[in-house]
């Protein structure tokens, strides 16, 4: 069984610049989660998609968005990008009723110049 | 307060011996408690999950659990180089599905 595959996996930006991640889930998993990974603050929850609806939030400006299709594939975008933005941008896919059981994809690094 | 609070560490244990990893989370309705593993340079994995007080054994790792003191544990026998790795602590809070992370401590087993 295939897992979760990111892309592009390595990519670097300017500021005020936008980016589009991509993330495949298993198949047959539904829910995807996005996470911004950084040294500092760890593990943050962006938000999760579940059936193309966005289901939980984090707290993150406006400027981080995201969304889900109707084969479960989702994408995240970040518009205006800041220096701080600089992270390793983690999907993650699960079953339903599994809420803490993920699936990581190997990551998105964003590097912001 | 952080949501979910881990020492960063290292926690530096020789071969053979016993790692104990500990968590504490703020939210009272916290019910379900995980740990994964995560290598430099690598995603994190799932190793444990526990959902009720008490012990849960997987092979040489054990997971406790103490909701009255909201705190929750990993403890792994017979430690090995191989299981030097970062162990995130996660939970979900009452009432939700979003996983929320402690931020990791590092594990460091010498030879």
């Known amino acids: 069984k295939a897992g979760v595959t990111q892309t592009p996996r390595y990519l670097i930006k300017t500021r005020g610049q936008q980016v589009t991640l991509s993330c495949s889930p298993i198949?047959?998993?539904?829910?995807v989660s996005w996470y911004q990974q950084t040294p500092g603050q760890g593990l943050q929850f962006l938000f999760e998609?579940?059936?193309?609806?966005?289901?939980n939030k984090g707290n993150f400006p406006g400027r981080f968005s995201g969304r889900q299709f109707s084969n479960s594939r989702s994408e995240m975008n970040v518009s205006t990008l800041e220096l701080g933005d600089s992270a390793l941008y983690l999907c993650?896919?699960?079953?339903?009723?599994?809420?803490?059981?993920?699936?990581f994809g190997e990551g998105s690094r964003l590097t912001v110049l | 307060q952080k949501e979910v609070e881990q020492n960063s560490g290292p926690l530096s244990v020789p071969e053979g011996a016993i790692a104990s990893l500990n968590c504490t989370y703020s939210?009272?309705?916290?019910?379900?408690f995980f740990w994964y593993r995560q290598y430099s340079g690598k995603s994190p994995e799932l190793i444990m999950s526990?959902?009720?007080?008490g012990d849960k054994e997987d092979g040489r790792f054990t997971a406790q659990l103490n909701k009255a003191s909201q705190y929750v544990s990993l403890l792994i026998r017979d430690s090995q180089p191989s299981d030097s790795a970062t162990y995130l602590c996660?939970?979900?809070?009452?009432?939700?599905?979003?996983?929320?992370f402690g931020t990791g401590t590092q594990l460091k087993v010498e030879l």
């Open positions: 993650a896919s699960r079953t339903r009723g599994t809420a803490g059981e993920l699936f």
């Open positions: 198949s047959g998993h539904r829910s």
């Open positions: 998609y579940f059936s193309e609806t966005q289901r």
């Open positions: 939210d009272r309705g916290s019910q379900s």
């Open positions: 526990i959902y009720s007080n």
């Open positions: 996660a939970v979900t809070p009452g009432g939700g599905n979003k996983l929320t």
